[in-house]
């Protein structure tokens, strides 16, 4: 199956837009299948605006996150692969998701889910 990484971060990007708020995506940027401007990446990671006031030509795809932004008055092009993107949060109130290592994980060999045992359900009235 496809990563959930990529569908989560556009159905966040739409949540903080549609509540007035400034979506930002923490990015690693050691890892491969990143472009960004080295001078502003901080401890191996970069934040970046992702509004459609502070980008140009967003596209938000299955495999990466690009764009147009400027840093310092220059028209930098940005790529950032999905296993690279950290987090997805609204600049307002920190509301949003962090991704882990193990998002990104294929399932066991053979294709088949571990047996988490018989799913126990329960009336509540």
Not at 3 to 22: E, G, H
Not at 72 to 101: H, L, Q
Not at 116 to 125: A, C, D, E, I, T
């Amino acid at each position: 199956m496809n990563s959930t990484r990529p569908y989560l971060i556009r159905a966040f990007y739409q949540w903080i837009v549609d509540n007035d708020c400034t979506p930002y995506v923490v990015v690693d940027a050691e890892k491969p299948g990143v472009s960004v401007p080295e001078q502003h990446v901080e401890d191996g990671k970069i934040v970046l605006n992702v509004s459609h006031r502070a980008v140009q030509k967003l596209n938000i795809d299955n495999e990466a996150i690009e764009f147009v932004a400027r840093f310092s008055g220059v028209s930098t092009p940005i790529y950032a692969a999905m296993p690279a993107i950290i987090a997805i949060y609204a600049k307002e109130n920190g509301r949003g998701m962090v991704f882990t290592e193990d998002d990104e994980e294929d399932p066991p060999s053979g294709g088949t889910p571990p047996d988490r045992g018989k799913p126990v359900l329960k009336v509540v009235k």
